[in-house]
């Protein structure tokens, strides 16, 4: 179990599975013997190009099956179809993708699904950068994080910054605000100056992706 679990392909298998409805039964098995694992050593593997830790990747697919699990027992609680796992799990005609987050590796899953998807994603780190890749070339949509470390410096509104600064260049790019609890209290603000949409879930993510990089 041990050399499974030290093994980069599981872990890709594991993002591009029925994702995540099996993803969640793997993870909920699993997750014992990670734990216990990775009190005796800290296992590195890479994910969508990014060096992450066992328990990181772990940590990361756990909080996206929670996610998962808790919009759809809201579709259920309402009788609702649940488009969102079918959106989840459809595929996507290859588009290119900005991703604006100085910690990038806390949404390989995410990440490493929209590659396998045919998606080109580009990351970013922070804000000039992304603005000069946005002057450089074109992106179907971006993907920001609210706030960031830039250059040494926190910057709480960094996300905001970006919305303002790539509507006033007079770019319509589509951008989705994925962020905490704090983007929610900001979502009125963020809208208006220019933000898409604002979510603190990955199923959000999802659908985000399919309405603007799914399926031409």
């Given at each position: 179990?041990?050399?499974?679990?030290?093994n980069?392909?599981?872990?890709?298998?594991?993002?591009?599975?029925?994702w995540?409805a099996?993803a969640l039964?793997v993870?909920?098995?699993?997750?014992?013997?990670?734990?216990?694992l990775?009190?005796?050593?800290?296992?590195?593997?890479?994910?969508?190009?990014?060096?992450v830790?066992?328990?990181?990747?772990?940590?990361?697919?756990?909080?996206?099956?929670?996610?998962l699990?808790e919009?759809?027992a809201?579709?259920?609680?309402v009788g609702?179809?649940?488009?969102?796992v079918?959106?989840i799990?459809?595929?996507?005609?290859?588009?290119?993708?900005?991703?604006?987050d100085d910690?990038p590796?806390?949404n390989?899953?995410?990440?490493?699904?929209?590659?396998?998807?045919?998606i080109?994603?580009?990351?970013?780190?922070?804000?000039q950068?992304?603005?000069?890749?946005?002057?450089?070339r074109?992106?179907?949509?971006?993907?920001?994080?609210?706030?960031?470390?830039?250059l040494?410096?926190?910057?709480?509104?960094a996300?905001?910054e970006?919305?303002?600064?790539?509507?006033?260049?007079?770019?319509q790019?589509?951008?989705?605000?994925f962020?905490?609890?704090?983007?929610?209290?900001?979502s009125?603000?963020?809208?208006?100056e220019?933000?898409?949409?604002?979510?603190?879930?990955?199923v959000d993510?999802?659908a985000?992706?399919?309405?603007y990089l799914?399926?031409?």
């Amino acid at each position: 179990m041990a050399n499974l679990l030290a093994n980069p392909e599981f872990w890709k298998a594991v993002a591009s599975l029925a994702w995540p409805a099996v993803a969640l039964t793997v993870f909920v098995k699993l997750q014992p013997v990670i734990r216990a694992l990775l009190t005796r050593e800290n296992l590195t593997l890479k994910i969508a190009g990014m060096e992450v830790t066992v328990m990181q990747a772990a940590e990361s697919l756990g909080a996206q099956v929670a996610d998962l699990q808790e919009k759809v027992a809201g579709l259920q609680s309402v009788g609702q179809p649940n488009d969102v796992v079918t959106t989840i799990i459809s595929g996507s005609n290859k588009k290119s993708l900005l991703w604006v987050d100085d910690f990038p590796s806390n949404n390989v899953f995410i990440i490493e699904k929209f590659r396998q998807d045919g998606i080109e994603v580009t990351l970013s780190i922070e804000t000039q950068e992304a603005l000069e890749l946005l002057r450089s070339r074109k992106f179907d949509a971006v993907i920001t994080d609210l706030g960031r470390k830039e250059l040494g410096v926190d910057h709480p509104m960094a996300g905001l910054e970006l919305i303002r600064k790539v509507r006033a260049h007079g770019l319509q790019t589509p951008i989705l605000v994925f962020a905490g609890h704090r983007g929610l209290q900001h979502s009125d603000q963020l809208k208006a100056e220019g933000a898409t949409s604002v979510t603190n879930s990955g199923v959000d993510v999802m659908a985000f992706a399919e309405k603007y990089l799914g399926k031409a």
